[in-house]
């Protein structure tokens, strides 16, 4: 399955921005576990694109050229809100109507998915400061590494993450 995965960090370019995620990553995978880059998005809504020549820049997800981190944060937004069917997989566990193991295993992503609601809050997701199945990279989600530093950008960097 193929999720896109945001990658937060800090860099002096577009192009280094994607270079850093791809070193953050390097021990991460295995020949069915593995990621792809297709570019990224700074603070001041610059996009870069990979060329589909590098190594790893064979993405499903590559940002287009009216991309900004406002739609980042309303797509990620989108992301935190309960899926209804494991929502009624939920239901139907608490109240015994279990028919199936891929019941319980809807459940338990319902819970998994509230806790991430829950640890978020209810204010509107900001991407270069909030994360989203942090580190966990066979969902779609958000991970912070920028640093705090005020000479460099921040930037989202589009991993397409196949596990």
Same mark, same amino acid.
């Given at each position: 399955?193929?999720?896109? /995965?945001?990658?937060?960090?800090? *860099? ?7 270079? !850093? ?10 020949? =069915?576990?593995? &990621? *792809?880059?297709?570019?990224?998005? *700074? ?5 870069? &694109? ?16 009216? /991309? ?43 819970? !998994? ?6 640890? /978020? ?17 066979? =969902? ?5 590494? *920028? ?14 993450? /196949?596990?």
């Amino acid at each position: 399955m193929h999720n896109l /995965h945001y990658v937060v960090v800090s *860099s002096d370019s577009c192009e280094e921005a994607v270079l !850093e995620a791809a070193h953050l990553l390097t021990d991460w995978g295995t020949e =069915n576990n593995w &990621r *792809s880059f297709g570019g990224c998005v *700074s603070e001041d809504n610059e996009v870069y &694109r990979v060329k589909k020549s590098d190594d790893w820049g064979n993405s499903r997800w590559i940002p287009e050229e009216n /991309h900004t981190i406002e739609m980042i944060n309303k797509q990620v937004g989108d992301w935190l809100k309960p899926n209804v069917y494991d929502k009624e997989k939920f239901d139907d566990c608490a109240n015994s109507k279990v028919d199936t193991f891929f019941d319980w295993y809807s459940a338990k992503r319902h819970c !998994e998915h509230m806790f991430q609601i829950t640890k /978020h809050g209810t204010k509107d997701f900001n991407v270069l400061q909030d994360d989203l199945y942090e580190y966990d990279y066979g =969902n779609c989600g958000v991970t912070q590494h *920028s640093l705090e530093d005020k000479n460099l950008k921040q930037y989202v960097v589009f991993m397409d993450m /196949h596990d």
